[in-house]
């Protein structure tokens, strides 16, 4: 099999970055990926950042743009960090109105656009959805140090965290039917299992090392088929 060449625009997990539970660090995560997604040869460049938006997404894109077209596919991974809030400011102000990072229809129009860059210069766009996250464990790390009882009086309940997280969810699903864009679904890998949280760190957000590796699992099969290996 010859060889392939991939590129990833996306955020910390895209990036591969697990909680260390022994010092509380962020560390990305090594795995054979040749074995994983059964290949002999696999070239992988990896433009994700931690933090990453689909606005910084997009400014990344557009930064490496003249490199996107040496690669067979390029894999987005974002959503994130676009639902997610300022806690800090929810914590201490309960009361009032408080907006995610990127809208839900300013994501749908920045995500549009970040496809339509690459497409222009090349690109074969595959977009990777959103895996679930576990809402206790996510409320205990982003409420730490802050005042819980504010942030859980403007949540309502704490399962809000992961309805509002599948709202993204679905904008991803949406938006690659609207623009032809094949999507691997890592989501239904992990909802599959009855305790899907053993995948996921005690932060509630990142994989753990048994995470990531059913979610290259899962993007090895379904990319194959993709591409009709």
Not at 3 to 20: A, P, R, T
Not at 161 to 168: D, L, S
Not at 197 to 211: R, T, V
Request: with cysteine; charged share 25%; aromatic share 12%.
């Amino acid at each position: 099999m010859s060889l392939i060449d991939i590129c990833i625009f996306g955020d910390s997990i895209g990036k591969g970055i697990v909680l260390q539970s022994e010092t509380s660090r962020y560390k990305v995560i090594k795995m054979n990926l040749e074995k994983i997604f059964g290949l002999e040869e696999i070239n992988i460049r990896n433009y994700s950042m931690f933090g990453c938006t689909v606005s910084k997404g997009l400014s990344n894109i557009k930064r490496h743009a003249t490199e996107i077209m040496k690669y067979k596919n390029v894999f987005l991974e974002l959503g994130g960090n676009d639902c997610d809030f300022n806690w800090k400011e929810i914590a201490e102000n309960p009361g009032k109105e408080h907006f995610p990072n990127t809208p839900i229809v300013e994501f749908r129009r920045l995500y549009e656009s970040l496809i339509g860059e690459i497409r222009n210069n090349g690109g074969s766009p595959i977009m990777i959805n959103l895996p679930p996250l576990d809402s206790k464990r996510y409320f205990n790390w982003i409420s730490k140090d802050l005042d819980k009882r504010g942030i859980l009086q403007w949540l309502g309940d704490i399962n809000m965290i992961y309805r509002w997280q599948e709202m993204y969810n679905v904008e991803v699903m949406l938006l690659a039917n609207k623009m032809c864009v094949p999507i691997i679904d890592i989501r239904s890998a992990f909802l599959k299992y009855n305790n899907y949280s053993d995948f996921l760190c005690s932060d509630g957000i990142h994989p753990n090392d048994a995470g990531y590796e059913l979610i290259y699992k899962t993007i090895g099969e379904q990319y194959m088929f993709t591409i009709g290996y």
